[in-house]
């Protein structure tokens, strides 16, 4: 402000009939800067104060991710093993491979090579969305087995929409953390107690086209807390619902069912019997059929996983576990989603040609951004797919 | 460097352009979209004044029928399930729209820029977008709160804000109100964000020549720690407040232990924003204090670089002590290490208290209304800061947590610190922002009538808290009675003071006398333009000194205003 000289003194926007003299900014300076150099330097410190607080945005489920692995490792291990790491690293390959075309477009335009900046944008926006499809994959495909987030989770439930099957004789033992007895007796009780326990507001449901859809908490077991996520809430209160069940009268988890039925003994009676028929059918020995197992080639490890199933596979294990994987991957690809809005936006500029080697902050600054995106996928790609 | 030229000042008031009146920024351009979507900081700080002093009159309102409820044993205007309702209201809205935009927002947009001899912000769309974001979430909140029955208190403490669903109401009352209120926080908290990156940036950028850190004014020093927190600390509780809507929506179990979550986890992410987030309320304060006691002691701030320094110290070290909030909800160890973290984190505080005491020995003290609040800042500040001591100390907080004693301390700091130096910040800069000097002497009574009336109302509460009334009751057994009476009275004297100050202020629009440039005969150079302002500051280029070289400027009958002095001794490195 010092170096103003008296002839440049009026207010900025005064140069057409001032007689002072012209300002002599630049187009693409803006009035309150004296230099372009000083425009440029508090663009630079903005968006870098920006990415400190998106740093602290991720922060919060940096610690829920460092809660689970620290006081729920079991669960971690278990539930972890469903994540897919080809898909991950795809998509580490495509979002590095877009921050290079990222930072070469700034390049571009520092160069004032307009058409190289045009083409850079556009291949990095073609990756952010190349990032985004590979994402759909992986989510439809874990929604298909059931693996949702927290109260939501019907993994072993076998899983898929509206398609469980049979009784959930192994679930008495899930939430009983190496609680065997229990689980013998859950067992040993599966198919008897259906009848038994519909007091327990173990509603089913509708039957029909030899599907079974049934609530899960059919068994509850005297001695062990109530499983399948089923929290306790007056009635009537608001729970997450979707397309895993809905909670029912007495919180239980209804998959597929409209209303909590009053169950009849005629009711039980098929549902117990269609569940026999199914899981027979499929070859298992009084067991409902089994929810889909982790993709692990490793026969041992895959039989280890089979044990922590047991005692994890449940919505207050493996579901808390991604819980904590779609928060992250989640928020992530918003921020992914948030970074092709501002590309894009740069990409329309930089064809009205509005960026040269004299001007060229905003390619840097979104390029900034885009270069954040990638370090946190850099982050969760380790943490959530690769380490046990 | 230039010296100061004495007839700076005539020529700065002779400069009339004769083409759209950027002689008084107040001219250039008329009606309600020069106004709302200007990229003008001193415009945006008005506003901001205006919203945050309105957000506090209906934050007080609320605070008053809290106040009229417990006048009384027993129900006296409302049941329980409203008085919950009614003081998370008047919690809400005092935190999130007025006390932490207050002075950052309002008096720090205003006077920042032109305290640096710039022309705005360096992001003055930035800017105006911090202040829509401000408006589109004070709605939306507002809206959530006086629709729903949102009785979780500010803080949104889980398992209760998780699940609750209100089904005692009717009508409006039906919605809990808590994912409309946690996303009405989380769009004030951007607006937070990005006055912080906007206010580090500019002080960054945007120094002119010579003007090194050390030459900056303490209330800059002050704003750019508060941005800094800002910056940090807010996106903590976006998160934390999403992933409560999260929970409640899709029921993730974060916070629910029968899902394998903690609520304890959210008390952690909650207070890990909300401890830095009180330092946001204070070290603005402590910045307009530094300029306040220098100009009206007409002595040279004491301690510069303490004060300075004090001011980043307690920036950082209050990220570090979330923990005292918790005290009965963690470890043993824990709780002792975030005791003795809270120890340290009020050292920077005394510091500064210690150097206003030495600014004010031996100068020649002014008792105009801005001192009036000076002084009874550093009071008020004091009694609330040692009090947090005894919070801080475990034995006695196992006593004192979720009593009276607590809501005590931090109204003494929030409002006998926060809001007595944002009203001593309006009316020392408020011949500068409008050019009207107001009816000092009634200023002074009423700053007089609150300092009575706010330790009427709550010193009492201090004596009730160490006596066992818990926090947040709307009953009490009849041994209390007698102390919320006095406190209810207070209440009332206190609530008629404020809004007689605020008369003060806004009938100076109308008959006050025109303001010179330098009323207070400061030396920083918000003072070295006219009042009001010239759309863009400075005609001339302003000259950097040393900002509290006092005796550099003589009053001057004529304006009766302050002038440089012919011979300046100021204009050399400090």
């Avoid at chain 1, 004789?169 to 008897?192: K, M, N, R, V, Y």
């Avoid at chain 1, 199933?309 to 928060?327: E, H, I, M, Q, R």
């Avoid at chain 2, 100050?501 to 009323?519: M, T």
Wanted: glycine share 10%; with cysteine.
């Amino acid at each position: 402000m010092s170096t103003v000289t008296p002839d440049e003194q009026t207010s900025a926007d005064s140069h057409d009939h001032d007689g002072h003299g012209h300002h002599e900014h630049p187009s693409y300076v803006a009035h309150h800067f004296d230099t372009s150099q000083q425009q440029f330097d508090a663009g630079k410190l903005g968006i870098w104060l920006f990415l400190a607080q998106e740093i602290l945005f991720f922060s919060g489920l940096f610690v829920f991710y460092v809660y689970i692995k620290t006081l729920k490792p079991g669960a971690f291990e278990y539930a972890h093993s469903f994540l897919e790491v080809k898909y991950g690293l795809i998509n580490t390959f495509v979002l590095i491979t877009s921050s290079l075309t990222m930072a070469w477009g700034v390049r571009c335009a520092q160069l004032n090579q307009k058409n190289g900046l045009k083409l850079c944008l556009a291949l990095t926006l073609l990756g952010a969305f190349g990032f985004l499809g590979v994402k759909y994959v992986e989510y439809t495909n874990k929604f298909s087995h059931g693996l949702y987030w927290g109260s939501m989770y019907t993994h072993h439930l076998g899983g898929a929409h509206g398609d469980v099957h049979g009784a959930s004789g192994d679930h008495g033992a899930s939430s009983d953390h190496g609680d065997d007895s229990t689980h013998g007796a859950a067992a040993d009780h599966a198919e008897g107690d259906h009848h038994a326990d519909g007091e327990h507001g173990g509603a089913p449901v509708d039957v029909g086209d030899g599907e079974v859809a049934e609530a899960t908490t059919a068994i509850v077991d005297a001695d062990g807390p109530a499983i399948g996520g089923s929290v306790n809430l007056p009635d009537g209160a608001p729970r997450g619902g979707g397309p895993g069940g809905t909670l029912g009268q007495d919180g239980e988890l209804l998959i597929d069912a409209e209303q909590p039925k009053d169950a009849d003994a005629e009711t039980l009676d098929r549902v117990a019997e269609a569940a026999m028929e199914k899981s027979h059918a499929e070859g298992l020995d009084g067991d409902h059929a089994e929810p889909f197992k982790p993709p692990i080639s490793d026969p041992e490890y895959a039989a280890y996983l089979d044990e922590l199933a047991v005692l994890y596979d449940n919505p207050k294990d493996a579901g808390l576990y991604f819980s904590v994987y779609y928060c992250m991957t989640g928020l992530h690809a918003i921020h992914v989603i948030a970074g092709i809005v501002v590309i894009l936006w740069i990409f329309l500029r930089a064809l009205k040609e509005e960026f040269h080697s004299d001007f060229f902050g905003p390619v840097d600054y979104v390029g900034l951004y885009w270069h954040l995106v990638d370090l946190v996928w850099i982050f969760l790609f380790p943490m959530l797919y690769l380490v046990r | 460097m230039a010296t100061v030229d004495p007839s700076v000042e005539t020529q700065i008031s002779h400069d009339d352009h004769a083409h759209g009146d950027h002689s008084n920024y107040l001219l250039a351009g008329s009606g309600f979209k020069s106004w709302f979507f200007t990229l003008d900081h001193k415009r945006i700080g008005l506003m901001y004044l205006a919203a945050t002093i309105g957000s506090f009159f209906l934050g007080g309102f609320f605070a008053l029928l809290v106040r009229t409820e417990l006048l009384f044993e027993g129900p006296t205007i409302m049941n329980a399930e409203n008085y919950n309702r009614v003081f998370t209201l008047h919690g809400a809205i005092m935190v999130f729209l007025f006390i932490i935009p207050s002075i950052p927002a309002a008096l720090g947009n205003f006077v920042l820029p032109i305290m640096l001899g710039a022309k705005d912000v360096a992001f003055p769309k930035l800017n105006l977008a911090s202040f829509h974001l401000w408006c589109g979430g004070a709605i939306f909140f507002l809206m959530a709160l006086l629709s729903t029955g949102l009785d979780t208190g500010w803080t949104f403490y889980t398992p209760y804000s998780t699940t609750t669903y209100n089904s005692e109401g009717t009508g409006a009352f039906q919605s809990s109100g808590v994912i409309l209120a946690t996303t009405g926080v989380f769009i004030l908290g951007f607006s937070s964000i990005f006055t912080g990156i906007n206010m580090v940036t500019t002080v960054h950028t945007m120094r002119p020549p010579g003007m090194t850190w050390f030459r900056l004014p303490l209330f800059v020093w002050a704003i750019y720690a508060t941005a800094i927190i800002q910056v940090l600390a807010t996106p903590v509780l976006a998160i934390t407040l999403g992933l409560l809507t999260i929970e409640r929506v899709v029921g993730i179990g974060i916070f629910d232990p029968a899902m394998g979550g903690d609520p304890v986890l959210y008390q952690h992410f909650f207070w890990f924003y909300s401890h830095p987030a009180v330092y946001i309320m204070i070290l603005p304060a402590m910045g307009v204090i530094s300029d306040l006691m220098s100009v009206h002691c007409r002595k040279h701030i004491f301690g510069y670089r303490f004060i300075a320094y004090s001011s980043i110290a307690i920036a950082l070290l209050g990220f570090l002590v979330w923990g005292h909030h918790m005290f009965t909800s963690t470890s043993a160890l824990a709780s002792t290490v975030f005791s003795a973290l809270t120890f340290s984190v009020s050292i920077p505080s005394a510091i500064k208290v210690f150097n206003w005491l030495t600014t004010m020995y031996k100068g020649s003290i002014s008792l105009a209304t801005p001192m009036m609040y000076a002084l009874s800042f550093l009071m008020l500040f004091t009694i609330g800061g040692l009090t947090g001591l005894f919070l801080g100390t475990l034995a006695i907080d196992i006593h004192l947590h979720d009593t009276y004693f607590v809501v005590a301390h931090f109204h003494y700091v929030m409002m006998g610190g926060t809001l007595i130096a944002f009203l001593g910040g309006v009316y020392h800069w408020w011949p500068k922002m409008t050019g009207k000097m107001f009816n000092d002497r009634l200023g002074q009574i009423f700053a007089l009538c609150i300092f009575f009336a706010f330790n009427l109302t709550f010193f009492p509460q201090f004596v009730l808290g160490s006596r066992g009334m818990p926090r947040r009751y709307y009953d009490y057994v009849p041994e209390f009675e007698f102390l919320h009476q006095v406190s209810t009275v207070g209440s009332y004297l206190l609530g008629l003071s404020l809004v007689g100050a605020l008369y003060v202020l806004v009938s100076s629009l109308w008959s006050g006398k025109k303001a010179p440039a330098n009323p207070w005969g400061a030396a920083t150079l918000e003072f070295q333009c006219s009042s009001p302002p010239p759309l863009h500051n400075f005609d001339e280029a302003p000259t950097v000194g040393d900002p509290y070289a006092l005796e550099d400027f003589e009053y001057d009958p004529e304006t009766k205003g302050f002038v440089p002095v012919a011979n300046p001794q100021g204009v050399s490195s400090h």
